[in-house]
């Protein structure tokens, strides 16, 4: 079995998700008393935080090369970011290390190409949605139509994902407020949701939308162990 690297930390509760989520698709693949073999470094997200709201991408991308770095020394034979929003960075992590880097958004797209889909709305923090390193990826590299909520949504989903979902606080209003901005996207063409923040999982299930939502971490992770595993077939 290979040796799954995690950088976590942003937020923590959306690690641990990581972590019970491969640990279980392990156990789900292998049976018995099998366990995934992780080498996780777990960053303070409020350190991260502060360097994304004053726009200080470099400093944050020297942190998360730092973190890859040890991980890669510590005998890790691919990486994992577990967030969305920092692979913003993603390619500059890439580029320091020897180890692959498994991009959630690459892993996202191909899962909406296999059932067909062409046109999906995203939600995630603002720097996801607004910047061009996710949605531009999804467009050019898979060809993905991606529309994105109005300004004053995109302000609403940014300020839940910090604010609570961040600090494990899960709001029924915040769910009825998602809920209402993903039917908006719904009815401008959207045909499935994508959950672009590692975090909204906590907040947002299935049940909740009438489209098909596709939530990173759990491809993310299902991506990561068919890898790990894929020397033992």
Known sequence: MKTIGLIGGMSWESSSEYYRLINQQIRLKLGGLHSAKIIMISLDFAEIEKLQREGKWQEAGNILISAAQ????????????????????????????????????????QTIQQQKIRHVGLLGTKFTMEQDFYRKRLIDRF???????????????????YQELCLGQIQSKSRQQYKNIINKLIANGAAAIILGCTEIMLLIKPSDV???????????????VEQAISSLS
Do not use: W, Y
């Not at 929003?85 to 958004?105: C, F, G, N, R, S």
């Not at 060809?143 to 994902?161: E, F, L, M, N, S």
């Not at 489209?211 to 993310?220: A, K, Q, R, S």
């Open 70 to 109: 040890k991980i890669e020394k510590g005998g890790a034979d691919f990486l994992l970011l577990c967030t969305n929003t920092m692979h913003k960075l993603a390619d500059e992590v890439q580029a320091k290390i020897t180890i692959p880097l498994l991009h959630i958004a690459d892993v996202t797209a």
């Open 143 to 161: 060809g993905i139509k991606v529309t994105i909520p109005d300004q004053d949504d995109r302000q609403v989903i940014h300020d839940i994902i």
């Open 210 to 224: 009438s489209v098909p939502l596709f939530n990173t971490t759990e491809i993310h992770v299902k991506s990561a």
